[in-house]
């Protein structure tokens, strides 16, 4: 079917970033295109984005992306090589947000207005003709003779369509529309829907320290994954937090997924920290020989200000089974040797992660094994396109998820048109 000038009609569903860019992709290949959003505005999750700021993409070259994107990164491949993250950060130049690069080589507007970047694809849209429903959620998507067909709303109102790209987000940040959808709709098709699980997320402690310290914020720390006693994955030189609950922070978000998975499928998992990842277990001695030589008058406890932060003095030595009060020229060898353990061998317990709703991105969704990498068109029901966090792909924070968002948004887009045959 086409409209009535004979252009293809493409239905998208879900108005985040991965869903606007389709949107704008299929109609400058001369779609006629219909956006429909469950929310009041487009855009939601991509307003809080970067604290706010929008951090659109990542200036890392292609390869450099994909090995920070551990959620199947090599499926996005073709879409990314297409459409990469220069493509991104001309995109936003061109629709009159210029953009800059921070440390990590993250991308920001240069304004630091997620607002600035959403109202920049809304105005694209509108511009290449593009119809936006919002408050209009989709129910279902409809097939004939095995093709997608169209939509259904929640309000029972059909829109027929050449092809429909589902964009409906993850599960995390509900109150942003994610709230799993595209999932049910992907199943009711046939499709394989990876199992749900929280990424760049929280974690859970068992320890009840945390709960003193919290608040507290380390930079320049080395942490590791310890499943069933053996060290797995570790996330060097970043900063980590501790919260009333567990643990927080960049350096804990990057292992969460991996976390998150392991303790599904039932693993006993640590948090092992060094404190002192730059100092070998010798010069650490060193040092604090020459701290304690400082302070040899004072007790412990007053002898480690120059070493740890002062929340966290208490915690080591308690992990040591030294006493805060023990004079510092009574400290034994052995007794020395074991605070020089805690300080880069500090454990915590994982014992879950925050609620799915908390976290950042979604791992797992539809099977990238049932998607065409290069097209985002099913591979069981031609005419129905992917993009974004409802497929089985993931990543690190960083511009990463955006980027993965936008490329596969935008072959769905053109391929969505290109495939429909009347382009």
Sequence with gaps: MSGTDGKPEIVVIGGGPGGMMAAAAAAEQGGAVTLFEKMKQPGRKMRITGKGRC??????????????I?????????????????????????????????RGQRVFPVSDKAQDCVDAMVARMHELGV?????KPVRDILTEDGRAAGVRCED??????????????????????????????????GHTVEKILPSLVPLLT?????????????????????????????????????THFGVSGPIVLSMSREAARLLDEGHFVELEIDLKPGLTPEK???RIQRDFEKYQRK???????????????????DNAYLEMETPVNQVTAEERHRLGDVLKHLCLTIVGTRPIAE????????????????????????????????????????????????????AAGQWSVWNSGKS
């Design 55 to 68: 951090n659109i993409t990542n200036a890392a070259d292609v390869p450099e992306i994909l090995r920070h």
């Design 359 to 410: 976290a950042i991105v979604t791992a797992g969704g539809v099977s990238g094994k049932e998607i065409n990498p290069k097209t985002m068109e099913s591979k069981l029901v031609p005419g129905l396109y992917f993009a974004g966090e409802v497929t089985d792909v993931d990543g690190f924070t960083g511009g990463y998820n955006l980027q993965a968002a936008f490329s596969m948004g935008h």
């Design 131 to 135: 119809t936006l429903l919002c408050g």
């Design 284 to 286: 650490l001695d060193a």
């Design 206 to 242: 068992e320890e009840d320290w945390v709960k003193e310290v919290q608040g507290l914020s380390l930079r320049n720390v080395r942490a590791e994954l310890v499943v069933d006693g053996e060290k797995r994955t570790a996330e060097p030189g970043s900063e980590m937090l501790f």
């Design 299 to 317: 007790q412990l406890g007053n002898a480690l200000v120059d070493l740890l932060p002062h929340k966290l003095i208490p915690v080591v030595l």
């Design 70 to 102: 551990p959620g199947n990164g090599a499926f996005l491949n073709s879409s990314m090589r297409a459409f990469d993250n220069r493509d991104v950060m001309d995109f936003f130049e061109e629709n009159g947000v210029p953009v800059k690069v921070e």
């Design 156 to 189: 029972g109102t059909v829109r027929r369509a050449d092809a429909v790209i589902l964009a409906v987000g993850g599960a995390s940040y509900p109150g942003t529309g994610s709230t799993g959808d595209g999932y049910r709709m992907a199943k009711a098709l």
